[in-house]
Structure formats: C-alpha cells, structure tokens
C-alpha cells in the first residue's frame, strides 16, 4: 500500500499582516477588519479567492513601520491590491493590512512568522496554560 499522499495543488491564499507589537486579542480583531475592509474595497479579488480557494494565512510583523513598508511594497512596487486598516483607539495607527492572494503576495510574506504563534492557551478558570 502507498502511503504517499498526492501533493496539494498551490493555492491562492489571501494575506492578513498584523502588527505583533499589539496585544493577542487585538491582533485578532484588526486581522478580522483587515479581511473585512478587504472584502468591501476589492470584491471582485475577494469573491474569486473565496471560490477558488478560500485559503487564508496570518502573519506577524514587528510594528507599524514594518506593517506600512510591507503595505508599500505590495500596492507600490508588486502592484496588488491592498487594504490598511488604522484603529481610531490607537490614534488612528495603522494594525493590519490584507493584501491581494497569489503568489507575489506569498514571496513577500514568506519571512514573516505566523501571527499568534506564541500565544498563550486560555483557561476559564483564569490560569495560564
């Protein structure tokens, strides 16, 4: 018997970059407007990935400065679409952007660690796991 599996076919993923300088929870919702404002500004992008793919992949960036040159590089010099989300609470700074899926979009997020990844898990009962 074969235990290989078939390789997956490559996908277009849909990218999320968010600031790891903010706090898990945070992080979270920017991530969740970024895909939201994503979906309003650019549908007809937002509607093909969700029926070719449906792919999504978040990633951590340092901070701001690091998200808005991240920004640059994509809409400037990658030409893709892309959405930055600024949160009034913050004063207006820039937490999240999405950026057009395909694969320029995965070349330049490909040095960037997953958000979230060193999250902590949550118990009810209030303890650190």
Known sequence: MNDERPPRP?????????????????????????????WDEHPSFARSWLHRSNFLVCVSVPNEDALLALAAEASLGQELCTTKVNEPDLGDEYTAIAIQPGEK?????ASFPLALRNAFDYDPKGAVV
Not at 105 to 109: N, P, T
């Open 10 to 38: 490559l996908v277009d993923k849909l990218y999320i970059a968010v600031r790891a300088d903010l706090p898990p929870g945070l992080q979270l919702a920017q991530s969740v407007h970024a895909m939201a404002q994503f």
């Open 105 to 109: 979009a995965a070349a330049l997020c």
